[in-house]
């Protein structure tokens, strides 16, 4: 069988948006080693992500091509609707695996931005929490039948619960998740001693996530649509927002480290220079006319190392010098 014109217009659509997010998460590599700011939890994560990502592509062309998803349940013989419902649980278990590990990632690069001991604690939690979410997820998918295979084969003596309950119920919970992991950096950005252009700058690259909210959201209407009686024809437009959700995530979660490797495009703090200002003064806020460059530069935050990005600092705090003594010895000698 070969794939319908809805099962091949949504391999083309999944594969351009996984290649992009294998080529984001390539540039991150490229831009960790270039800037020598080491690997971390939140670049391991994106690295699994990825790897999930294309398990579920594989998983959709097997779908479609052997599936027959795109196709109405009417024009299937019961060996292809076995093969259907097999691999709907396989790309269920995928998914389940994916969204988590993208949404920590995320979490773990903020961590690695902002490390105040409120923020740090909020976003332990908020990890702990979607972790433990998944988790149970995950059990619930494996034990929605009893026993598992009645999920493909109808005619097995058992008994399931309604799976499109609790996939609507998760989702739900991701579009909460997404609002919060959105939200959780707005704060610590607009506390920054910085201009209100480089935070309004900041915080537009963090609210390229928003558009991962919106897929989340229009993720469940679409799973409204299916119709169980013909859901192997109806579920297409699931299956493509299944797959835009989290590959948008990546790319959103890769963007703030590989923009470390273009200078061209960094803050106003960069610009030139005018006034009297020194270049490397960090004497005060940026003035009309003029910006100013300051350790905490916002390149150096998102994207130096990791044991000074993000730390917070005291506006009025000065460099205090104590018990320092200048001595001179002038010897004259008389001829």
């Known amino acids: 069988m070969s794939p319908s014109p809805k099962g091949k217009d949504i391999i083309v659509i999944v594969s351009v948006l996984v290649g992009v997010a294998t080529l984001s998460t390539a540039l991150r590599v490229v831009a960790r080693i270039k800037r020598q700011t080491g690997f971390g939890v939140d670049d391991y994560l994106c690295f699994v992500s990825i790897l999930l990502m294309i398990g579920m592509l594989v ?33 269920q278990f995928t998914y389940f695996a994916l969204t988590p590990a993208i949404k920590i990632s995320i979490i773990c ?28 997820i995950f059990l619930a998918c494996a034990f929605q039948c009893r026993p598992l295979s009645k999920f493909w084969d109808p005619n097995i003596e058992g008994q399931c619960f ?12 991701n579009v909460i998740m997404d609002f919060v992991i ?13 201009s209100w252009q480089d935070k309004l700058a900041l915080n537009a ?7 991962v909210c919106f897929a989340s959201i229009y993720r469940i209407v679409v799973l409204f649509h299916i ?13 493509l927002w299944t797959h835009i959700e989290p590959s948008v995530g990546l790319v959103v979660s890769c963007l703030p480290i590989i923009r470390g490797m273009f200078p061209r495009f960094m803050l106003g703090s960069q610009k030139k220079h005018t006034g009297s200002t020194p270049p490397h003064s960090s004497t005060g806020p940026t003035v009309p006319g003029g910006t100013y460059t300051d350790p905490s530069d916002t390149k ?19 460099l205090e010098l104590k018990d320092i003594t200048v001595r001179t010895d002038i010897e004259v000698a008389v001829g």
């Open 227 to 239: 119709d169980q009686a013909d859901e192997t024809y109806t579920i297409y437009e699931a299956t």
């Open 300 to 318: 150096k935050l998102l994207y130096k190392d990791d044991r000074v990005r993000g730390r917070m600092w005291n506006r009025n705090s000065a």
């Open 109 to 136: 690069f903020f961590r690695r931005l902002f490390t105040t001991k409120p923020f740090l604690r909020f976003t332990f939690y908020l990890s702990t929490l979607i972790a433990l979410w998944s988790t149970g």
């Open 162 to 173: 309604n799976g499109m309950t609790f996939i609507i119920v998760n989702q739900a919970f």
């Open 205 to 211: 690259v963090f609210a390229l996530g928003g558009f």
């Open 59 to 91: 998983e959709l062309i097997l779908w479609c091509g052997i599936g027959g998803n795109g196709y109405h349940v009417s024009d299937l013989d019961p060996q292809t609707l076995v093969l259907f419902y097999q691999i709907f649980l396989s790309n």
């Open 182 to 194: 959105l939200a959780a950096p707005v704060p610590m950005i607009w506390s920054l001693h910085r």
